[in-house]
């Protein structure tokens, strides 16, 4: 009997002392805060508004949930349509666009805010049996960032535009006296050229971008180039083979002509052009007023003469396709290479040719000879470079940086 009353007695104790136990884990428990996190956007440090952490009492025995509640973070701003938040792998983001559009992602640490207008950005993040909720609003107000590498270029210059921070797709217009590039639109950014012809007059020439329907106006001063003058003979039979004879002028437009509207979606140039045929003495300069068997008013020449031994190498100046290879009576063993967006050089002249129509080349790969074919009086190469109809200078290629 009396052992039975000390059993009791015991248990009671010992009851007691785990109730005691058990409230005094609990009470620890809820002194806890979560584990903190943060995740940043745009470096920007965010720390989380809610967490629910998964605990327990009594050794594991029994589960409890806590929630917390955080303060909001207040609005944040971004003027970028790509934006940086650094999460885990397993995070999920919810961004609900200004017009109520919901998207999900998973562990993306670039998100892309292309609309202007309030964001909200919910991120959902477990570890550890605690889940955690950032949650924040980013007021987006984008604009087009416009580089044009030159505002005050020299006639035949060639100018590269580049429009950065726009939506996918965007809607863009080029208004200008000169006729642009194709225009290359990728991950929002967009890039064109704008050859600035060397025949115009040198004088302060409009811009104007218009961007999803948002005018950018600019103004591009061109000054004068110093073109030379040049007076020399050549043999009436050559003149009367070429520039004299119908059939090759209207072989020439067929064949050339066609050519100044096509191009490559593609931009393959990288770095600068190289002189295709390295060492050569300039016979003739760019851009050159010629009077030809003293003829009173000049022709211009819209490119440059390489006056070199006939068989010597001629080199891709870049990167391309070859749009055209092949033999014109006018302008003899002809290459034309599009190096993307209808920016293309011309080699003329040429003793052979080495590639063919349609071959992919390399900057400094060998494509032909030096030749005196078509209307030329001794072993040179003409190379130019066009842009549309427009003929621009190609020793600005030679310092150009891509
Ligand atoms: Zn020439």
């Not at 979606?265 to 990288?270: D, G, H, K, R």
């Amino acid at each position: 009997m009396k052992f039975i009353k000390t059993f009791i007695l015991i248990l009671f104790v010992a009851l007691i002392a785990l109730g005691g136990y058990a409230f005094y884990d609990y009470q620890n428990v809820l002194k806890k805060e979560a584990p903190i996190q943060t995740i940043s956007f745009n470096q920007q440090e965010i720390s989380f508004q809610s967490a629910t952490v998964q605990d327990s009492i009594l050794f594991g025995l029994y589960p409890i949930k806590q929630e917390y509640i955080y303060e909001t973070i207040p609005t944040l701003e971004t003027q970028n349509i790509v934006n940086e938040l650094n999460l885990l792998p397993q995070d999920e983001v919810i961004i609900t666009d200004p017009s109520n559009q919901i998207e999900n992602t998973v562990g993306l640490n670039q998100i892309n805010l292309e609309n202007n207008g309030l964001y909200h950005i919910q991120v959902n993040r477990t570890i550890d049996q605690t889940s955690y909720i950032f949650s924040f609003n980013v007021q987006v107000d984008t604009h087009p960032i416009i580089s044009i590498s030159n505002q005050n270029p020299v006639q035949g210059e060639l100018l590269i535009v580049e429009i950065d921070n726009i939506p996918l797709n965007s809607q863009i217009e080029i208004k200008n006296h000169f006729r642009p590039s194709a225009i290359s639109q990728k991950d929002y950014k967009a890039r064109f050229y704008l050859p600035m012809a060397y025949r115009e007059a040198a004088k302060v020439y409009p811009l104007t971008l218009s961007i999803n329907r948002q005018e950018y106006n600019y103004e591009l001063d061109v000054n004068t180039y110093e073109f030379k003058e040049i007076h020399f003979t050549v043999q009436q039979t050559v003149v009367s083979s070429t520039v004299g004879n119908n059939d090759a002028v209207i072989q020439y437009r067929e064949t050339i002509y066609p050519l100044y509207e096509t191009f490559e979606t593609e931009e393959y140039w990288e770095g600068n052009f190289i002189n295709p045929v390295e060492g050569a003495r300039m016979s003739s300069t760019f851009g050159e007023m010629r009077f030809v068997n003293n003829a009173k008013t000049p022709t211009r020449h819209a490119g440059i003469d390489y006056a070199i031994a006939c068989g010597t190498e001629v080199l891709a100046s870049n990167a391309g396709k070859v749009e055209y290879a092949g033999f014109l009576t006018m302008i003899g063993n002809t290459i034309v290479i599009d190096h993307g967006l209808g920016l293309k050089t011309f080699y003329e002249h040429m003793e052979d040719i080495t590639i063919t129509q349609g071959d992919m080349v390399e900057k400094g790969q060998l494509i032909g000879h030096v030749g005196t074919t078509g209307y030329s009086t001794g072993c040179h190469l003409h190379f130019q470079a066009m842009v549309k109809n427009q003929s621009i200078n190609p020793e600005f290629l030679y310092t150009i940086d891509n």
